[in-house]
């Protein structure tokens, strides 16, 4: 006799880890077989409950699902797609609790961030109400770490690690050929309304003229001319100066710099492009040489360079999703408690979704220096232990191996749904 059958899915931006909470999520569930049936996945998210486009899991070996520890993206597809109020389009609410009933779902995992919480929230009530009870659970995700409660969020740690090895690598290259060669280097991270990227960096230097020289984050306005005469009096003094900038910085007025009049599926405006701004704003003001990286997906998608810390916790927090959801919990998202810095202990915890979703988390003030343009001790102690330890991939032939699902389809039961 087996219980009913769970959905997950995946949703916005994918991480590094993403798929260790997908591997938590059913290893943990098949080992209760008494108490859930079959795990079917999401293909693209929340697009695969709507379309009733649902991955068999169950058609994977246990070698396979194993090898998602340590697979990045989203193993069954992502989607940047925001659910609207209920009041606004209950149909689409209404359909996954028909999907959920036709396939005798009775427990849903929506990895993802504050939007994703948002949903998981509002199907909980609403299958209540249709009488079709669902057990709910998130399960935080997001690389800009910005979802509150939690101490932090599966995947920045192992972007932050990526951020700060970048940061010093490129920096020792800058240095190297700074006489002859470019002055200014700039390193353009991902973080829309907050700085953790970016300030992640900071973790690069050893000494206080190393990289980075300057940090420009979403919470502190940008005054150009205190800007410029920073990289200015950087280089007259070590003879280079390194920036990383926040893909969220903003003008004094609140303008995104890197606006690009545009908005994605979630109605957030697209940014994407802050780098090249701020080297031109450079380049005319004091003439320098420079050169600017855009990290983009490559932050995101390097599990190669993973933290072992963020991997651990991917998984544990995947794992507690279907123990909370087990032990008759529901509408609430497994955190992370820190208990110490050093040696840093941590435990599972637990929020209501109420209480984080749509709730973004910006850096606490006391974590950006006088200047603006750096951050405080306090900040780096928070962030050192989250880059801790690696957690290689298997490889082969020089090259990581990673997870291939067969992806099986569940057969249809509803008819076709118009969005």
Known sequence: MTGKNAFYAQSGGVTAVINASACGVI??????????????????????????????????????????RHTPAGAFGS????????????????????????????????????????????????????????TCIGIPKTVDNDLPV????????????????????????????ARTSTRVFILETMGRHAGWIAAASALAREAPDDPPHVILLPEVPLDEQRFLARVQDCVERIGYCVVVVSEGVRTADGQFLSDQGTRDAFGHVQLGGVAPTVAAMVKDALGYKYHYAIADYLQRAARHIASATDVEQAYALGRAAVEYALAGRNAIMPTIVRESDQPYRWHIGEVPLA??????????????????????????????????????????DGLPVYARLRGQRVARRLPPFRD
């Not at 200047?371 to 082969?396: K, N, W």
């Open 79 to 134: 989607a940047r797609y925001k659910l609207r109020g209920l009041e606004e389009n209950r149909a689409e609410y209404e359909r996954l609790i028909q999907v959920f009933q036709a396939h005798d779902i009775g427990y849903f995992f929506y990895n993802g961030g504050g939007d994703s919480q948002d949903t998981a929230h509002k199907v909980a009530q609403l299958g209540e109400s249709m009488g079709h009870p669902i």
């Open 355 to 396: 209480e984080v979703a749509n709730v973004e988390a910006r850096m606490p003030a006391d974590y950006i220096d006088d200047s603006g343009f750096f951050v405080t001790e306090s900040c780096l102690r928070y962030l050192r232990p989250l880059i801790e330890g690696e957690d290689y991939p298997p490889y082969r």
């Open 27 to 68: 290893e943990t569930a098949r080992a209760h077989p008494e108490a859930i049936g079959t795990v079917y996945a999401g293909a693209h998210g929340i697009l695969g409950a709507l379309h009733e486009d649902l991955i068999d899991t169950a058609a994977e070996s246990a070698d396979t699902i194993s090898a998602l």
């Open 150 to 177: 939690t101490d932090t969020c599966p995947g920045f740690g192992s972007v932050a690690k990526y951020i700060a090895v970048a940061t010093r690598e490129a920096g020792l290259d800058v240095a190297s050929m």
